[in-house]
């Protein structure tokens, strides 16, 4: 089958011929009917610093927001069945150090990352452990499926960063992340939810699309001047989801005494801050990463009642053998969420380009 690998330590990925795996004890196997690229494959993608980890895991393929059918089940398995349609929890606790002993496998201290440390899905077919799959409502279609887990990484940032009923909120980035984050802000009761990019006009027109009417570009706009135009003030709380390190002033420059500023980024760079101001201002400063079991099921169920709120932050589908036009279409801020479908011909390719 084809699979898209990192193989080497240095930019890009190899399209590879490689044989479809057999399920192991518990496991089942999938095929793979779509996968996203996440922000987090494309720093895999231009081996940006902080994954130099996986060098002696290579090659590995990538892939870890995907949806697909169970095709065959490892003697045993009674959980799930051949013909289940299924997305999958990629991130895989050990379940014996203390994390997962105290049942927190979210803060699993040896976790294994379906795409990133073993075998993912920009592939035919990939393999996973079958307590990671979440059988899929029959009106979520395998597209939207696929956007759980980012949805999920959103849900999650805003469960931590404590969304209210009427807080007004600043979301720095328009990613796939950050999106994913403002809609969530926005389900959780937020009067305002104002989304900010940086020269990025595909990606505010798909923040637009989905119904954010206050958004900021920084390539033109003074974040701090448009913020008190909006809300009157500072906001309640601020997500950063760029990996841009500015943006961490930049974010708490226009949060509110009390406030709490969540960072879901990934920084190769570390950032000063000034903790007198961050103490004075008692500033809450949060990470958030990933996400529980739990909220898999809330977004699931989210996904059954109004998936097509969703939609709209797909912008392109390309075909496996297409997968690096599509993670070159992400790093130029051309789309903001690309579908990998394996059963696409290449010449089908949808989308805006
Ligand atoms: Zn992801
Ligand atoms: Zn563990």
Redo the contacts with the bound molecule.
């Keep these: 089958m084809l699979a898209v690998q990192k193989a080497t330590p240095e930019t890009g990925f190899a399209l590879a011929e490689v044989p479809i795996p057999s399920p192991g004890g518990g496991e089942v196997l999938v095929e793979v009917e779509a996968c996203g690229i996440c922000g987090s494959d494309v720093h895999v993608y231009q081996w940006t610093s902080g994954y130099e980890w996986m060098k002696p895991l290579m090659p590995v393929t990538i892939g870890h927001e995907f949806a697909g059918r169970v095709v065959e089940t490892a003697p045993g398995v009674t959980s799930i069945s051949k013909g289940d349609r299924v997305t999958v929890w990629p991130s895989m606790?050990?379940?014996?150090?203390?994390?997962?002993r105290e049942a927190q496998?979210e803060h699993?201290?040896?976790?294994v990352t379906l795409g990133l440390t073993r075998n993912g899905a920009f592939a035919t077919h990939v393999t996973t452990p079958a307590s990671q799959c979440f059988v899929l409502p029959d009106n979520v279609d395998f597209e939207l499926a696929s956007l759980t887990e980012p949805l999920c990484v959103g849900a999650r940032a805003v469960e931590i960063g404590e969304v209210k009923l009427g807080h007004t909120v600043v979301v720095l980035g328009v990613g796939m992340i950050g999106l994913a984050i403002a809609l969530m802000a926005r389900r959780a009761g937020a009067s305002t939810v104002i989304v900010v990019g940086k020269d990025d006009p595909v990606r505010l027109e798909v923040a637009r699309s989905l119904g954010f009417s206050d958004t900021i570009d920084l390539a033109a706009f003074d974040l701090t001047t448009e913020v008190q135009r909006i809300v009157g003030g500072k906001v309640d709380r601020v997500f950063e989801a760029t990996g841009v390190t500015a943006s961490i002033r930049d974010g708490l420059s226009v949060l509110r005494r009390g406030g709490v500023l969540t960072v879901t980024g990934i920084h190769s760079k570390s950032v000063e801050i000034g903790l007198t101001d961050l103490v004075r201002n008692k500033h809450q400063l949060r990470g958030s990463h990933g996400a529980t079991r739990a909220t898999w099921v809330t977004v699931l169920k989210l996904l059954a009642q109004c998936g097509e709120e969703f939609r709209p932050l797909i912008s392109h589908r390309v075909s496996l053998a297409e997968t690096v036009h599509g993670f070159e279409l992400s790093i130029r801020k051309q789309a903001s969420k690309v579908v990998v479908m394996p059963k696409l011909a290449p010449a089908n390719t949808k989308g805006k380009s």
């Design positions: 606790s050990c379940g014996t150090c203390q994390a997962c496998p699993c201290e040896r976790k």
